[in-house]
């Protein structure tokens, strides 16, 4: 009996157990897309040469190249691969992937692709229901990655504050009076609204906007206007934010000195007091707040922030003093972890709350490609209402319709887009289901099989491993009782380094810094008596996506070929050591 079940069919398997079924289903792919060219026009001849013998030939040889280089890729279908947040794609998905290529449909814009977009719709509809959004009025698309997910979330966030901001400018300048540019920043949409009826012209606004006229002037009209230099917004994420939020401050001209850090809590999760400093600093420097970023499954460690604690101090500061600041949460790995039940007694309720709480985000990012188990590139913005999908807005008359509403193009920063994500992630809305009996099954299982392994490894002597551990990653160190951080370093870097070379087995490796992460890492250090000679923490880290870690006979198998991996590895470290204490000084 499993103990965690894998929805049958859902998976091709390290030894391609459903490749049957899979080349039955590649065959109705193909013969539909053969069929629908034939059927469609019927009074029209064949009109394509046939293919000449040579390129035929020099096709069929430079696809077995390419065939043959690609069997020698990294084995991320195996369970014996835990290095990093990838793994074998679900094979609805994957059906719906290959589909959507062989049409080769553009969402930019219904024109080009009627059924894609459409399509696409639906997708992101079934993942706001995941998360807890409306469907019918949460908005969306899909992006190549959580990366654009982000940055897409940063333009609408730039949108609103510059749409009050200039609003404000514009209310100082006609009425003579100081302006307050932080309050201005983040007027609530009830004051908003009540505030553009008393400008009564939506021109002078526009006149006013720093998005779309020359920044530096408004800047300084900003500074006269409120008697104080401008230095333009700040974003506020947490110590273990994604990179890309850096990317982020530097794409959109703010400087990375704009992404300010919010420092974490003893457990590495960011502390809700201290991120209400850095609110209240930024009010005291007059800095508005493009946006504070909540995460919901670190990159290095899968924690989830206490997004219900941000949600509700920004709620109440909206309740006592009318001042609204944009939430977003990325939640590019740990957003399907909303596919699991309510209570669902792996997570711990902290974390379980933390997730029923990110449909109170302004915005949301998700990664499909990630624990969706669809194919890469895909990842999604989702925005709680039209009013936060807003955009600046652009004009290209070949690719609009009146009669077709709006080009999705004009509100994304790709412009040509693929349908193989969203057709991707429908196939698996509507063949596996986002809930705890479909893809939640898998994540359940998931989360097992790192508690699994970390039971296992905890017998080992030197293995310490880094707590709290909050879904499906698990991250350790080798350290020997009362050794110097610098010396456990090094150990657990040759462990890597054992298992980068290992055919058998992979795992990854992460550092933490004192910087982002200092009780987390001191509290590490003091779990083995060790001396804190170093500013950073080397850790091996196991990201358990692998279906087969759900199941118990499969774990059975697998845990003590890991477990004697390991131990070689440390084995192989410490004689490492030894030699390099023994050598000549």
């Known amino acids: 009996m499993r103990s965690s079940p894998v929805p049958p069919g859902c998976f091709l398997g390290p030894k391609s ?14 013969d539909a897309w053969f069929e629908g060219r034939r059927r469609r026009f019927p009074g029209d001849d064949a009109q394509l040469a046939a293919t000449d013998a040579g390129t035929c030939r020099r096709t069929a040889e430079s696809l077995h190249a390419l065939l043959a280089a690609l069997d020698q890729e990294v084995p991320t279908y ?17 059906l719906g992937h290959v589909a959507a290529l062989l049409h080769n449909p553009n969402n930019t814009s219904r024109e080009a692709a009627k059924v894609g977009t459409a399509i696409e719709a639906e997708a992101i509809a079934m993942l706001a229901r995941m998360i807890g959004y409306d469907p019918s009025a949460a908005r969306g698309h899909f992006t190549s990655g959580g990366t654009v997910a982000n940055l897409e979330a940063v333009w609408r ?8 901001l200039a609003l404000g400018l514009a209310l100082a300048e006609a009425e003579g009076r100081p302006l307050d540019v932080f ?7 009830a004051r908003f609204q009540e505030r553009l009826a008393a400008l009564g012209e939506e021109a002078a606004m526009r006149a006013c906007s720093g998005v779309l006229n020359n920044p530096y002037e408004i800047a300084e009209r900003l500074r006269r206007a409120s008697g104080r230099p401008y230095r333009g917004p700040v974003i506020i994420a947490p110590g273990h934010r994604h990179y890309s939020w850096i990317k982020a401050a530097n794409v959109f001209g703010l400087g990375e000195a704009a992404c300010w850090t919010a420092p974490l809590d003893a457990d590495g999760r960011l502390d809700a007091e201290g991120l209400m400093a850095c609110i209240r600093r930024a009010r005291a420097e007059h800095r508005p707040i493009l946006m504070v970023v909540g995460v919901a499954g670190t990159t290095e460690l899968g924690a989830i922030d206490p997004v219900d604690k941000v949600a509700g101090r920004l709620e109440a500061l909206r309740e006592a003093e009318d001042l609204d600041i944009w939430l977003h949460v990325d939640a590019a790995y740990g957003g399907f972890f909303c596919t699991l039940a309510a209570d669902e007694p792996r997570l711990a309720p902290e974390r379980r709350r933390a997730l029923a709480a990110i449909r109170r ?19 999604a913005l989702l925005v709680r209402d039209s009013s936060r999908d807003a955009v600046s807005s652009f004009a290209a008359p070949y690719v609009e319709r009146a009669e077709l509403g709006e ?3 004009t509100r994304t920063l790709e412009g040509s887009r693929p349908a193989t994500g969203a ?5 698996m809305g509507r063949s596996v289901g986002f809930g705890p009996e479909g893809l939640g099954a898998v994540l359940r299982g998931a989360i097992e099989g790192r508690a699994a392994i970390a039971e296992a490894l905890a017998q080992l002597p030197d293995v310490r491993l880094l707590e709290p551990a909050d879904t499906n990653i698990l991250c350790f160190s080798i350290a020997a009782e009362g050794e110097a951080l610098s010396a456990a370093n090094a150990r657990t870097s040759a462990a890597h380094a054992w298992f980068a070379a290992s055919p058998n087995l992979s795992l990854s490796r992460t550092v933490l810094g004192t910087e982002s992460a200092p009780d987390l890492v001191r509290r590490h250090v003091r779990s083995f008596r060790g001396r804190m000679e170093s500013d950073r923490l080397v850790l091996l880290r196991c990201v358990v996506m ?3 870690w759900g199941e118990a006979d499969a774990r059975a198998r697998l845990l003590p070929q890991l477990v004697s991996e390991l131990r070689s590895a440390i084995d192989a470290g410490a004689e490492a050591a030894g030699r390099r204490a023994a050598a000549p000084a």
């Open 78 to 94: 195996t369970p014996r691969y835990l290095g990093h947040m990838v793994s074998d794609p679900a094979l609805p998905a994957l």
């Open 546 to 548: 692998n279906p087969l």
């Open 157 to 164: 966030a730039r949108f609103r504050l510059d749409h009050r």
């Open 17 to 30: 157990e459903n490749a049957a079924w899979l080349r039955d289903q590649l065959d109705v792919v193909f």
């Open 407 to 409: 080009a999705p193009w």
């Open 361 to 379: 985000a302004d915005s949301v990012t998700v990664d499909p490609h990630k624990l969706g188990y669809v194919p890469y590139a895909c990842g």
């Open 423 to 427: 057709a991707a992630v429908w196939m």
């Open 183 to 189: 309050a201005a920043a983040h007027m609530t949409e």
